[in-house]
């Protein structure tokens, strides 16, 4: 054989058996079921069901690009927007193009951006801290009439998670003219160990996943320049030692209670006093970056990551963490940012223009046993409605099945790949003990709940 010719054909076999097992190219959840959006309206807590399909719809590679298309509609129920936003999560119908190889820049950092900086796994957006309004701007809305001077004026920019609680539906999510995204760790409102949000009350959802301070969390996305996103908790070590510990943000609120500096002492146009219409926290500048300790493994650098080993990546690579606080509420910078540790080249584009392979998303089967899933029945006893909820990123459908004590089937549910949450009907039911159990392939794990009226 040719040498030139052997050493392309090698070429294309390494590049072929690293795809198979590239996380950029494997993580994605693909719908191959049919799973479609779901939508609350305001007082109405029965979900709408929509024409769009939920999750990514395709995946595929080159030899150096990842491109995934995905509608942006995750498979949790979104809405309603309780603060006016009269948007509903609409398909995006977009592809998504990112590097096989990530590169960090040496260069001077960039900054993330209003809009997408990122994907999760289930194909939805996900945005930074801000909210596109400076505090002139802001002042129309909060304080209840306007200040004199431009309206936005870049200085003192507003924070979306803090500003933007109140339309924020269950799990955390928004629509911006119709694309649906996260800010921040996509898990539900009323999963949180301090809940700051009753939407979930009328409205529930589930999120991407569940917090689980017991075990690593879950890959859930990939940023702008390649680098993967994963949840709140990760190794205490970046060699993958030391146990699983809550990874935490290196950004602290300042002691100030007048704004007229930034936190490197640029003097700056004054923006309003710290007080309960303008609370500290609502702007971006409100922070200070603390730069980490080598004695504080658990802290992470300016962009809100750090490089370690995870069960996606072995051998190590730079990784982004969802930051949340002791409580489970978001904490700055949320995911990525206020800067991109790599190079940002992912990108939404129109077309492929090369030439591509498409990955067979059949040959991925979980590599988590369904007897190590942790699966909560709730209320237990329950009256009117069953939850089951489990406590991990759902990459496959899962099956379940309520039976008397007598081994008869009353009902079926399911819980859908990206989602973590069902319900099954108990207002029917007679008072005594019933079976949940859940399938997967050919295994099995089941929970007695209750029925008590």
């Given at each position: 054989m040719n040498k030139s010719i052997f050493t392309t054909f090698f070429v294309l076999l390494v590049v072929a058996a690293s795809s198979q097992v590239n996380p950029v190219i494997t993580q994605w959840m693909q719908n191959t079921d049919g799973i479609l959006g779901r939508h609350y309206m305001s007082g109405n807590s029965t979900p709408i069901v929509d024409n769009v399909q939920a999750n990514v719809q395709l995946v595929q590679y080159s030899n150096n690009w990842a491109y995934i298309t995905t509608n942006g509609i995750p498979a949790y129920v979104t809405g309603p927007f309780l603060d006016g936003n009269p948007s509903l999560a609409q398909d995006q119908n977009a592809i998504f193009k990112f590097p096989l190889v990530p590169s960090e820049n040496t260069g001077v950092p960039t900054s993330t951006n209003g809009g997408n900086i990122g994907v999760f796994v289930n194909g939805v957006a996900l945005f930074d801290y801000r909210d596109g309004v400076s505090w002139r701007a802001a002042s129309s809305s909060l304080a209840g009439g306007p200040i004199p001077g431009p309206p936005g004026d870049g200085v003192w920019n507003r924070d979306a998670v803090v500003a933007e609680r109140m339309g924020f539906d269950c799990a955390k999510g928004h629509p911006a003219m119709g694309n649906y995204h996260h800010h921040q760790n996509p898990s539900a409102f009323n999963l949180d160990l301090t809940v700051i949000s009753d939407v979930c009350d009328l409205y529930l959802a589930d999120g991407l996943y569940v917090i689980n301070d017991q075990q690593h969390s879950p890959l859930i996305g990939f940023a702008y320049d390649g680098f993967p996103i994963y949840g709140a908790y990760g190794y205490l070590n970046a060699d993958g030692t030391g146990g699983v510990v809550r990874m935490k943000s290196s950004y602290v609120l300042r002691n100030i209670s007048t704004r007229t500096l930034y936190a490197d002492g640029t003097n700056v146009a004054d923006g309003p006093d710290v007080s309960d219409t303008y609370p500290l926290g609502l702007f971006r500048e409100d922070y200070e970056y603390i730069p980490t300790s080598p004695a504080s493994p658990d802290f992470l650098d300016e962009h809100n990551g750090r490089f370690c080993v995870t069960p996606e990546y072995p051998e190590g690579s730079y990784c982004y963490f969802t930051t949340v606080d002791e409580n489970w509420n978001s904490a700055y910078?949320?995911?990525?940012?206020?800067?991109?540790?790599?190079?940002?080249?992912?990108?939404?584009?129109?077309?492929?223009?090369?030439?591509?392979?498409?990955?067979?998303?059949?040959?991925e089967v979980s590599n988590l046993e369904l007897n190590e899933i942790q699966m909560t029945v709730f209320p237990n006893p329950a009256s009117d409605i069953i939850g089951l909820q489990l406590?991990?990123?759902?990459?496959?459908?899962?099956?379940?099945?309520?039976?008397?004590?007598?081994?008869?089937?009353?009902?079926?549910a399911v819980v859908y790949q990206g989602s973590t949450i069902t319900f099954l009907d108990a207002r029917s039911l007679y008072n005594g003990e019933y079976l949940i159990v859940i399938y997967f392939n050919e295994n099995s794990i089941s929970r007695k709940v209750v029925v008590s009226k």
């Open positions: 910078p949320y995911a990525v940012g206020p800067t991109f540790f790599g190079n940002k080249v992912a990108a939404k584009v129109n077309s492929i223009a090369e030439s591509v392979t498409t990955y067979d998303a059949t040959i406590a991990d990123i759902v990459r496959n459908n899962y099956d379940v099945k309520l039976f008397d004590m007598k081994g008869n089937l009353i009902q079926n």
